[in-house]
């Protein structure tokens, strides 16, 4: 999984959500008000489905989800192959 690839797919995800509005990579898009804690489930169920692995408690730490960098952080740390 490259980078590049994953940032895209997010940012292609959240952008129905932001009516148009740009959007740094890291901007708090919940303090922004952009989406609000419902939303946070929906990108959990998201991230799991487009790109194919499965949450734990520990990678549901709130600041994993508050940035498309922390996004993007989760996804290569989870879809990382190992060495």
């Known amino acids: 999984m490259q980078q590049d690839d994953a940032r895209g797919r997010i940012k292609q995800f959240l952008a ?5 509005r740009a959007l740094a990579d890291s901007d708090d898009i ?3 008000g952009y989406v ?7 990108l959990a169920v998201f991230v799991q489905q ?3 692995f499965e949450l734990t408690p520990d990678d ?3 600041d994993n989800f508050r940035t498309v960098d922390g996004l ?4 290569m740390s989870k879809t990382a192959t190992p060495a």
């Open 16 to 20: 129905p959500q932001l009516g148009g």
């Open 30 to 32: 919940f303090a922004l």
């Open 36 to 42: 609000n804690s419902l939303f946070a489930m929906q």
């Open 50 to 52: 487009e790109f194919s």
């Open 60 to 62: 549901l730490d709130f």
């Open 72 to 75: 993007v952080g989760l996804v």
